[in-house]
């Protein structure tokens, strides 16, 4: 009998191994979603107050292995043990706000009945059935576990699929759905790379919840797109910020630099162009150059050890990093702090003279580069902003608030910030996805919840109707009722609505 694949387990600070665990064959997974199918029967029909108390459940167990999830977190990704614990309690607040207002946005609604003036008219969701979730790497925590919570309160079973780079993370959360007895039954992990990830779409999932690069996620679309297979990506980033010529300089150097290298680059709405307009482009260089020197890299698996900047997480990310600086400078960037590499650690970078030619401009970089280019005025700067097939976030500062909004308001992305970078994924309520090439759908908030549920219309009536409208207008000589009905009902009269204008008018 063949050996079963292992996933090792290696912190990418250190080269260590600290663990591994069986990959799941195809049959296995395929087993999973069959599995879940049948438990779909039982958890869909438990009341949504009652899947909340069991979440409720998985919160206080979370809560109490808080430095068991720090500490995996902090080995399998290389990030600081502050950051670990920063994910849990992003995914903790999260739950709070579904727990809180879950009952109530999956209620069913009603809605205006019309001309129908005996019926009842409603609005339902209901559950998909299996819901596979595809996490990535860079956050395992907090970007697995929200669409988990979100589809199983929503009624539907889960087979969640963990990134194979950061196994350990995978298997701790099987670990802690394994420790709530009423909900272990509902939710299945299985480990694997992009070969079981296949494996379990072509089982036929009934939704697809897929973070992932924009790469992987088309890939994944084809296959799902091939089996009608609802899917709903979170996809990869190409931020822009706009420093207005009104802007507080020193502010948003300060907050800009750090939207670009925390998590080491690592985050899918991190900062990854900047666009200053000229009165303001030297004094914010500067700045952003002195605040970026102060930032230092580094690895500690103590919880209170000073901040640090983790290294990369993927090797093969740090390739992509690699290719987008040799790119630049040989198109004539200009690097003002270059960072050191040692290992899978890269320091903080700035570079400018930077132009939309460079793939540091076009492609997701994923890594710790603050590429800053000198705009004429706004317009040159949303211009630029708008020129990328990606559209997840964008960032604008300045004193005027007026000022920001209107500048903003022509930004094609889904997610907007005034003032501020990277802080729209820590508020539970607010809806979180992108536009273009950065993916479809929305995680996080009312709009997330209700992604992982079908709406059913439902009309209720008690026969025999007292006043069939349409049946009724169908009689013979009835047409003059409908008429009058139409200008009574829309307020404009059927030669007004209907008839066409005479040539030359």
């Not at 808080?66 to 950051?83: A, F, M, P, Y």
């Not at 909900?183 to 009934?206: C, F, I, N, T």
């Not at 899918?268 to 009165?279: D, L, N």
């Not at 009722?481 to 307020?491: A, D, Q, S």
Request: contains cysteine; charged residues 25%; proline residues 6%.
């Amino acid at each position: 009998m063949e050996e079963a694949r292992q996933l090792r387990f290696t912190n990418p600070a250190t080269g260590e191994q600290f663990g591994q665990i069986p990959v799941a064959t195809a049959s296995e997974a395929q087993q999973a979603l069959c599995d879940m199918r049948v438990a779909f029967e039982t958890w869909s029909q438990k009341p949504v107050r009652e899947r909340a108390r069991i979440l409720g459940e998985l919160q206080k167990v979370m809560i109490d292995a808080s430095d068991e999830i720090s500490l995996v977190i902090n080995q399998d990704t290389g990030k600081s043990r502050q950051d670990g614990l920063i994910e849990l309690f992003m995914t903790l607040d999260l739950l709070q706000l579904y727990r809180k207002h879950g009952p109530k946005w999956l209620a069913r609604r009603r809605v205006p009945r019309g001309l129908f003036l005996f019926k009842e008219c409603f609005v339902e969701q209901r559950p998909f059935g299996t819901v596979l979730v595809i996490a990535p790497w860079n956050y395992p925590f907090f970007l697995s576990m929200p669409p988990v919570l979100a589809a199983l309160l929503a009624g539907n079973t889960v087979v969640l699929k963990p990134s194979e780079v950061t196994a350990a993370t995978g298997a701790l959360m099987e670990r802690l759905f394994q420790r709530v007895p009423e909900l272990a039954s509902y939710v299945r992990v299985v480990h694997g790379d992009s070969e079981v990830g296949a494996a379990l779409v072509q089982a036929e999932p009934d939704f697809i919840f897929l973070t992932g690069s924009t790469k992987t996620g088309k890939l994944v679309a084809k296959a799902a797109g091939e089996k009608l297979i609802p899917i709903s990506c979170e996809l990869g980033g190409k931020d822009a910020v706009i420093v207005l010529a009104d802007a507080d300089v020193k502010k948003a150097a300060h907050w800009i630099t750090w939207g670009a290298f925390y998590n080491t680059g690592q985050t899918c709405m991190a900062v990854e162009r900047v666009y200053v307009t000229e009165p303001v482009y030297d004094a914010f260089v500067r700045e952003a150059v002195r605040v970026a020197r102060k930032l230092k890299v580094g690895y500690s698996y103590e919880k209170k050890s000073p901040y640090y900047l983790g290294p990369m997480t993927d090797p093969r990310q740090l390739q992509i990093v690699n290719e987008h600086i040799e790119d630049a400078l040989k198109k004539g960037a200009r690097v003002l702090l270059q960072g050191k590499h040692h290992g899978m650690f890269i320091e903080p970078t700035v570079m400018v003279d930077v132009d939309h030619s460079m793939l540091l401009m076009q492609e997701e970089t994923f890594g710790p580069i603050l590429p800053i280019v000198r705009v004429k005025d706004e317009e040159e700067a949303v211009r630029l902003a708008n020129d990328s097939k990606f559209g997840l976030g964008a960032s604008v500062w300045s004193r005027s608030r007026a000022h920001a909004e209107r500048v903003a308001s022509q930004l094609n992305v889904g997610t907007l910030l005034i003032n501020d970078v990277i802080a729209q994924i820590a508020v539970p309520a607010l809806p979180f996805g992108g536009t273009k090439h950065s993916g479809s759908g929305r995680i996080h908030g009312r709009e997330g919840l209700l992604q992982f549920t079908q709406t059913r219309a439902l009309a209720i009536s008690t026969p025999p109707n007292p006043l069939d409208l349409a049946t009724h207008l169908r009689r013979p000589g009835t047409y003059g009722l409908g008429e009058t009905l139409m200008k009574l009902v829309f307020g404009v009269t059927p030669k007004q609505r209907m008839e066409p204008r005479a040539e030359g008018v």
